[in-house]
Every structure is written in structure tokens, then in C-alpha cells.
């Protein structure tokens, strides 16, 4: 991580909604490096570098994750607690991303160390505005530990 | 409640017999028969003691006359006190046992034994005490059993709507996804449509067929959940191996271009189900292993059924990818998906085949390996008639 650009986990199953993001993030032409899995059990190999991924190097680690709540096999906030859990991985800020604005998952999204949560609209401009706003906030603006 | 009925009968009766005793006037008759006898008693008493004195000469005229006297009131006051100690006392623990009947104790208390009438009337009214407590366990437990059914049908209906609340929200959820994918794909259509490919643009165009499709399933799968949890089930003797057949024939004309191979079971049996559900449930099964064969062999689906005393346990083998044991639990979770949205199903299948086999008394599990192929099997009840005959071939 550092100058040779900044690694972002981008964990969504929908693979329009990940297209979409990943459109809005090459826009604001910061995340150059984007890795897109699909499901809970793949993003937690990369982060643990297990199954695929046991080679450190093509699993970098990521300087944001942007993790969607409800994934196949293991759901957003398994993995954000497991992520928040670990001592090495818990100060990579976490975004959440789902459709549903329920209250209790916000809360719980929260509780276990999400550090934002984002509602996708459905009109797509305000999506991609969305996560450029992410983007610039968690990618450039603050500043990380490292 | 039969019980409390029959406890209050019991405690009527009592009662209205003690006001029978009371309303008939033998109380009167026995107080004047006690009185009576007290009278007669102090007669002869004096009559004695007039008749010892003249004969013994013992006192003058008069003096004997006077000890007869005083003979005749202390024998009056003898059976008199006798005569209301008799009707007082048994009053008295008359009215302590009524109040404390009163006062909300029910234990029978001592009988005082009295031969005559007013012994009957205190046992009256102890064994009302007795009929009241009686009545009053009775209507105790009744309402025991009241408030335990309330409990059942109240856990019951905070089951159904947790269920309803997560099938509003994964709906409403899976929904929302679907419109922004279509929001966004039209969008991008309608700002890029001049520097858009034709292939580009056709694909996108196909993705919001796939999207639109795959919105009318999520709300079709939707119906049928509200459907099955509505509508009681009409279970009646159905043939399983002629609606595997039926089921498998418009399985195949929807998989066209994929060869099964099924293995029926050699028996005939007879379940008892509604057949139409039965039938929704082996499509879902079916379908399944199609739709998750392994590319590289050809698909194999073997259904083999074992009868038991009382049911019949079913169980659908294919060759496909097989699911990790690891989501077992979760695969009959409500739109539960292990692969990504596509336009052949929502995650719901499995949902409504577990919901149609338990509503009608059978269980349903999965034994599977990864890359070596699903097997789900269910049991479903047999008909009456036919666990009756096992039984009585087994006792042969």
C-alpha cells in the first residue's frame, strides 16, 4: 500500500451493482487497484489469505473495504466482524454498502466497528455521487494508520 | 372443559340439599322434639321427687312438695342447656367453616358428628366447602390449560411473523437490488446511447430482459409463499411413481438439451399428500439438479424411496456440484442464493419446498459433498389405511 496505489476490496455479489461501482470508483480514477469477489467466503480468503489467495502478494492488503450486507455463504456482517475482530485487519475502514435501510442492521453494522454505511438509491447518479464521496472521504481525505 | 362442568353440577346439588333441609321444616321438627323431651324429663323428675317425699314421709307437705320443685327446674335446665349446647355448637362451627369458606379456604374441615338433622346440615355444607374447592381445582386447571394454549398459539403466531417480517424484508431487499441494476443499465443506455457499441448496448439490453425476468420470479415465488402459508392442504393417496413421472416429463421439455438419467423406484408407493404440492416440491428438486449439474459429466438423477411403518422417506441423488457442508444449514433460508442473481431463480425454491414438507408432517435434509453431487432427502406421511395394514402384518 502507499505510492503504488491504493488496494480496495470491493465484496458484492450483484454483479450489476459491482459494475456500477466499479465504474464510479474508476471515474474518480483513484482506486486503481480494485479487486471485486463475489461472495462472504471469497473476500474472507483474500483477507486471511486462505484458499486462493494463501500467496500474500496477490492478495495485497486493501486500504478500504467496501462490503455489501447480504452475500452468499457468509453474510457482510460475519465478515465485518471477523475483520474488526483481527488485530492486523482492523484499522482498514469499512464501508457498508446495502439496499435495505433497516434500522437494525445500520445499528449492528455500527456496533461491530463499521466505520460508514451506504444505502444504495436506485437512481444511479446519486449511487455513483455516493461513492465517490466514500471514495474521496476515506481514500484521500482521512488519514489512515499505517 | 368437562371437568369443571361436572365439579360445578356436583356443588350445586350439595348446595341445593342443605337449603332442602333447612326449607322443609325438620329443623323445627327436631328442635321440638329436643325441647319435648326436655319437658317430659323434668315431669318425671318432679313426679319422682313428689312421689319419694310422700312415701319416705321424710319432710312435711309442703317441703316435699317443694323439694319436688326444685328437683323438677334443675332436671328442666339439664336437658335444656343439653338441648342448646345440641343446636349452638354445631351453629357456631357452621358459621366459622362458612366464612371461612367465605374467606377463600377451601380445605374440608372435621365433620362434627350429629345423628340427627342439623349433623346433616353442617355435613352439607362441609361437603359444599369440599365441591366448592373441587370446582374451584377444576376451573384452575382449566385455566392452565387455557393460558398454555394461549402461550402455544401466541409462540406460534410470533413464529409466523418473524417469518412474514423476513420474507417483507429479503422481498423488499432483493426488489430494490433488481430496480437499481435496471435503473442504472437504462440510464447508462440512455447517456452513453451515442458512443455505446451495438454489442455493448445489445448486452445491456439483455441484462434488463434477464433483470425484468428475474423480478417476476422473485414476485411469483413470493405468492406462492404467502399461498402455501394461507392455504391448508388438501392431502389425499398419491402414486409417486406416476407424478415423478408427470413431473420429470415437463422438467425435461424445460431442460431440453440435458440428458437425465432417472432411476425410479421398483416399488409403488403411495403417499399421502396434496398432490399438487408434492408435485411443486419435486419440480424444485429437480430442477435444481439440472440447473447445478457438473459440466463435465452427464447429469444423473436418481430417486430412490424407502416405505416405513408410519411414512415414506424420499430421497433425490444427483451428480451435480454437490454444496459445501459448511451451508447446509443455510440453503433453506429464504432467498438464501450460493450463486449470483440470474433470471432462473430468486433462492426461494428450497424455502417453499421445506415450508409444503413440513406443513404437511414430514422433514427434510440435505447430505451433500462438494463437487460429488446433492442428495435431499424428505420423509412425508403414508396413508392411514396403509400404516394400519403394516402394523398388523408386522404383529403377524
Redesign the interface.
Given at each position: 500500500m502507499g505510492s503504488n496505489g491504493i488496494a480496495l476490496l470491493l465484496v458484492e455479489?450483484?454483479?450489476?451493482?459491482a459494475e456500477?461501482t466499479m465504474k464510479a470508483l474508476q471515474r474518480g480514477k483513484l482506486a486503481n487497484r480494485i479487486h471485486w469477489v463475489?461472495?462472504g467466503e471469497e473476500a474472507l480468503h483474500y483477507l486471511f489469505h486462505e484458499g486462493r489467495y494463501t500467496n500474500q502478494q496477490e492478495a495485497p492488503r486493501p486500504g478500504l473495504i467496501l462490503l455489501d450486507i447480504?452475500l452468499?455463504?457468509v453474510d457482510g456482517l460475519e465478515i465485518l466482524r471477523r475483520v474488526k475482530g483481527d488485530d492486523t485487519l482492523r484499522t482498514i475502514p469499512v464501508v457498508m454498502l446495502?439496499?435495505?435501510d433497516?434500522g437494525e442492521e445500520v445499528a449492528e453494522s455500527y456496533r461491530l466497528g463499521a466505520n460508514s454505511y451506504i444505502t444504495?438509491?436506485?437512481?444511479?447518479?446519486e449511487?455513483i455521487e455516493k461513492i465517490e464521496t466514500v471514495e474521496i472521504y476515506w481514500l484521500l481525505t482521512n488519514r489512515l494508520p499505517n | 372443559m368437562p371437568l369443571t362442568a361436572r365439579a360445578a353440577i356436583r356443588g350445586g346439588t350439595t348446595i341445593s340439599r342443605s337449603v332442602r333441609i333447612v326449607d322443609s321444616g325438620r329443623l323445627w321438627w327436631t328442635l321440638r322434639r329436643r325441647l319435648l323431651a326436655s319437658h317430659a324429663l323434668a315431669i318425671v323428675f318432679a313426679a319422682g321427687a313428689w312421689w319419694g317425699a310422700r312415701t319416705l314421709h321424710a319432710f312435711p307437705e309442703w317441703g316435699g312438695a317443694l323439694l319436688a320443685l326444685g328437683i323438677a327446674c334443675v332436671g328442666w335446665f339439664i336437658p335444656s342447656w343439653w338441648v342448646e349446647r345440641s343446636i349452638t355448637l354445631p351453629l357456631v362451627r357452621l358459621r366459622d367453616g362458612v366464612r371461612r369458606i367465605g374467606e377463600g379456604d377451601l380445605t374440608p374441615s372435621v365433620p362434627l358428628r350429629s345423628p340427627d338433622v342439623i349433623g346433616e346440615l353442617v355435613e352439607a355444607m362441609t361437603s359444599t366447602g369440599q365441591r366448592l374447592g373441587e370446582l374451584h381445582y377444576g376451573l384452575w386447571q382449566a385455566n392452565r390449560e387455557l393460558e398454555q394454549r394461549v402461550d402455544e398459539r401466541t409462540r406460534e403466531l410470533i413464529e409466523r411473523n418473524r417469518m412474514l417480517e423476513s420474507l417483507v424484508n429479503t422481498i423488499s431487499h432483493d426488489l430494490r437490488a433488481t430496480a437499481v441494476s435496471m435503473h442504472a443499465l437504462a440510464g447508462a443506455l440512455l447517456e452513453e446511447q451515442e458512443s455505446l457499441q451495438t454489442a455493448e448496448s445489445t448486452r445491456m439490453l439483455q441484462r434488463l430482459l434477464t433483470l425484468t425476468e428475474h423480478q417476476e420470479l422473485l414476485l411469483r415465488d413470493l405468492l406462492t409463499l404467502v399461498r402455501i402459508g394461507k392455504e391448508r392442504p388438501e392431502p389425499r393417496e398419491v402414486d409417486l411413481n406416476q407424478l415423478l413421472r408427470e413431473v420429470l416429463e415437463e422438467c425435461r421439455a424445460d431442460a431440453a438439451p440435458v440428458a437425465v438419467n432417472l432411476t425410479l423406484p421398483n416399488s409403488h408407493p403411495v403417499a399421502w399428500a396434496d398432490p399438487s404440492r408434492l408435485r411443486e416440491v419435486l419440480r424444485h428438486l429437480i430442477q435444481n439438479a439440472i440447473k447445478f449439474r457438473e459440466s463435465s459429466r452427464e447429469l444423473a438423477i436418481e430417486i430412490s424411496v424407502e416405505e416405513r411403518v408410519g411414512w415414506i422417506q424420499c430421497a433425490v441423488r444427483d451428480n451435480g456440484i454437490g454444496i459445501d457442508p459448511a451451508y447446509h444449514g443455510k440453503i433453506f433460508d429464504l432467498f438464501q442464493r450460493l450463486q449470483e442473481i440470474d433470471a432462473e431463480g430468486t433462492g426461494a425454491g428450497l424455502t417453499i419446498v421445506k415450508q409444503i414438507i413440513e406443513q404437511s408432517g414430514g422433514r427434510i435434509w440435505i447430505e451433500s459433498t462438494k463437487g460429488q453431487g446433492t442428495t435431499v432427502v424428505f420423509t412425508m406421511p403414508r396413508p392411514v389405511a396403509l400404516t394400519e395394514h403394516h402394523y398388523l402384518e408386522a404383529g403377524r
Open positions: 455479489d450483484n454483479p450489476d451493482h456500477l463475489k461472495d447480504r452468499p455463504k446495502t439496499t435495505s433497516r444504495k438509491p436506485v437512481r444511479f447518479t449511487f | -
